[in-house]
């Protein structure tokens, strides 16, 4: 406190401060610092003479007081020596209370003393249990994520795995518990992810078990499209233009609502996989997850394929098991990209799926053409078709590109072209090598009505005119092979039926295996045949070969009929009818041999007697049997053939005939020749003559002129009329101009 006395200040002021003072403590911190200031600056003297005069004055006031209050005064000091009195006692007895507050207090603060040990036992003891509690309380949460993967709740494992590790452990990181808790986090995690693949696992197992199935149940509902669209095009004609998955087709079957992964027959989950997806997406391993995924449907890509099928089994179910399985997998793809789309990056997702579609075709069409060679019969391959086509069209259904199958679509039908070929030949090599070469014969109308309606040929005859039983001209090879190659024409396109984009290579390679039967196993095993003797035979072939040549231009317009819209346009033109054509002309020709070395072989038995003496009354014999052979194989061998054909035979014969007939007296074996014997030759050309008038045709009466003027030459009277060149033309025109003057010579040298 600072010194109320300073250098200068009147001491008569501090006197009046300190005798002022409030209290008994105020009064000695006022005296004090005065005395000790008196005493500091030599003023104690003058400070004590100040006190001495304030005490004077207070006694003069006192006494002053007294004086005129003495009796009051001495009462007042009588009443405070009653107080005094009792202060005494009561400060005794304060004191005695005292004593014993004080005894109390010790026992009190003893008493305090354990009650705040207490509370510090009891503080450890409740901090003791709140770490019990928080540490039973992350336990609890620790094997709640073990009750929660126990229950497949992999997400719920996991945000609880987060909360204990974000939240809970924080609050007990002075635990050692905390620690061993927290590095069994990753481990606990990884179980997560584990577990979760372990389903995803035993999902993708299921669902490679079910791709067959699910392909089965894809196959069926295409072939129900199938089904509904023929329904339609029957009823509106129309819609016969648009195919299945068209988009016309497509808005017609709207309403035909089927869910080919969730149906009466089998539902796919895909539950597992999005939780899978999730999970690692929590984990933060989201993209291994993709790789992982992608590796093992490409192990069970693998799985799927066998090492080999058989195409021969009697159900075809080696083939069918192989497509479904693989229709199954594709379609259990294409749905996970679009429930999934994130499942692949968005750059790899189609280059992925796309490479998968396309292993998985190589590999179907490799084992397929491997087994091809098992195949030998075109039913078969068509059935195989039949379900390759049922696979392309459901699974073009689904997006998928379908060409590299398109493209094998056509090496099955050249394999199912060359079988069909090859069977086709080996019944036309059979119905021609059969044959009897007759003219075939009919005995019911039934039968007649077979044939025409299997056979390209025009009857002469109404139907109501005949008579049975009766005879077709051709014989019975001819509607055999018109069967067949109706037959051929229907399985050939048998092939297009339900699913074909390349039917102009039916249209051309139909057309090229056509010309090839035709003319390879029908006409040239007919060609073939015309080295035999038999005429009969050969007509009939003649026959044969004519109607063949019909069939082939009715065969041009349909197949023109037949041919698909998206081919080119235009006639079709057959190899196989300027073959049946110009073999029409080598049978001919035939025809023409044999009856000429018949008449060479008549007149061969020529016996004239060039230097007779007397007169033939009778044609020689060969003459008489010529004619009459010539009659006979116009009216029983040749009746069949075509009427111009007859006549030209006919001409032919009757030409060779003469030519071998003035052969004769030209031979130069006869050196002269007497009128009788020119007579002779004379009746047997006068002969010939009249059976050709009975022919009623004049042309043919022209093939005897040389003849005849060659004979008028030899029996007139001047024959020097043949050197007249005027008169030769005029009467000898026909007559040659070497060999007439020969036989003038040998005339006139009898």
């Known amino acids: 406190m600072p010194s109320l006395v300073d250098q200068g200040r009147d001491t008569d002021v501090v006197t009046q401060q300190i005798v002022l003072s409030a209290s008994e403590t105020e009064y000695f911190h006022e005296l004090i610092p005065a005395i000790k200031d008196a005493e500091v600056g030599s003023g104690a003297q003058h400070l004590l003479q100040s006190l001495g005069l304030y005490s004077n004055d207070r006694e003069s006031e006192i006494d002053s007081i007294c004086s005129v209050h003495q009796q009051g005064f001495v009462s007042s000091v009588n009443q405070l020596q009653g107080v005094r009195d009792g202060s005494f006692a009561l400060m ?51 094997n709640q994520v073990y009750d929660l993967l126990g229950k497949k709740s992999y997400y719920s494992a996991l945000r609880a795995l987060d909360e204990l590790h974000n939240v809970h452990l924080l609050e007990i990181t002075q635990y050692r518990i905390a620690h061993l808790i927290q590095i069994s986090v990753p481990a606990t995690k990884k179980l997560v992810g584990d577990a979760v693949m372990a389903d995803l696992n035993t999902w993708l197992f299921r669902i490679r078990e079910t791709s067959q199935f699910l392909g089965e149940v894809a196959f069926y509902h295409t072939e129900q499209r199938r089904t509904r669209q023929k329904d339609r095009t029957e009823k509106i004609v129309p819609l016969s233009s648009f195919v299945l998955n068209s988009a016309v087709e497509s808005v017609a079957d709207e309403g035909e609502e089927f869910d080919i992964l969730d149906n009466e027959d089998v539902q796919v989950d895909f539950t597992p996989l999005f939780e899978c997806m999730h999970i690692h997406d929590a984990l933060g391993e989201v993209e291994s997850f993709k790789v992982d995924y992608a590796a093992t449907r490409r192990q069970q890509k693998e799985l799927l394929m066998p090492v080999s099928i058989t195409l021969v089994d009697l159900d075809g179910a080696s ?29 790899d997702v ?19 053409s491997k087994a091809l060679y098992e195949v030998a019969n075109a039913e078969l391959l068509l059935k195989i078709k039949g ?26 039908f050249d394999k199912y072209a060359e079988l069909l070929k090859r069977r086709f030949s080996d019944d036309f090599q059979e119905i021609v090598s059969t044959d009897d070469y007759m003219p075939m014969p009919i005995h019911k109308g039934d039968e007649y009505d077979k044939v025409v309606n299997v056979s390209w040929y025009t009857p002469e005859k109404p139907r109501e005119e005949l008579r049975f039983p009766c005879v077709l001209p051709f014989s019975q090879m001819y509607p055999l092979c018109c069967i067949d190659i109706r037959n051929f024409l229907n399985q050939f396109y048998f092939f297009s039926d339900d699913y074909f984009r390349h039917l102009n290579v039916i249209d051309d390679t139909l057309k090229s295996s056509l010309d090839e039967l035709l003319c390879e196993k029908v006409c040239h095993s007919l060609l073939d045949r015309l080295s035999t003797q038999y005429l009969g035979q050969i007509v009939q072939i003649l026959i044969n070969l004519e109607h063949f040549e019909i069939a082939c231009l009715e065969l041009e317009e349909l197949l023109v009929s037949a041919r698909s819209s998206a081919s080119a346009g235009g006639a079709v033109a057959l190899k196989a009818s300027e073959e049946f054509r110009s073999s029409k002309k080598t049978a001919e020709k035939r025809i023409f041999e044999l009856v000429n ?36 194989i116009m009216t029983t061998v040749l009746l069949g053939l075509p009427t111009e054909i007859k006549e030209l035979i006919y001409f032919d014969a009757l030409s060779h005939a003469a030519t071998m007939i003035l052969s004769v007296p030209l031979s130069p074996d006869i050196k002269s020749i007497s009128p009788h014997g020119v007579a002779a030759l004379a009746k047997d050309v006068q002969y010939l003559t009249e059976f050709v008038d009975t022919l009623d045709n004049p042309i043919l009466k022209q093939n005897l002129d040389e003849l005849q003027q060659t004979v008028a030459l030899m029996q007139a009277d001047n024959s020097d009329e043949f050197y007249d060149v005027a008169t030769r033309n005029k009467k000898y025109g026909r007559v040659d101009v070497v060999n007439g003057p020969i036989l003038l010579e040998k005339y006139k040298n009898p």
């Open 387 to 412: 379900v390759l086509a049922l696979f392309i069209q459901t699974m073009s259904s689904w997006g998928y590109s379908v060409g590299s199958l398109d493209a094998f679509l056509l090496t099955l």
């Open 350 to 368: 189609c280059n992925d799926l796309n490479e998968l579609w396309e292993s998985m075709c190589q590999t179907a069409i490799t084992l397929i």
């Open 597 to 632: 070395s018949k008449i060479d072989d008549l007149i061969g038995t020529a016996e004239y007697d060039w230097t007779a003496s007397r007169l033939e009354s009778e044609p020689s014999n060969y003459m008489q049997t010529l004619t009459r052979y010539l009659s006979n």
């Open 319 to 347: 083939l069918s098991e192989l497509l479904e399985g693989i229709a199954g997998f594709a379609v259990i793809e294409k749905a996970t990209m679009k429930k999934a789309p994130n499942l692949r990056s968005s750059v």
């Open 92 to 142: 005794t007895d304060v004191l005695g209370l005292n004593k014993s507050i004080q005894s109390s207090t010790e026992a009190l603060t003893q008493e305090k003393k354990a009650l705040v040990e207490c509370r510090g036992v009891r503080q450890k003891i409740n901090d003791a249990d709140q770490a019990l509690h928080d540490c039973l309380e992350v336990l609890r949460l620790a």
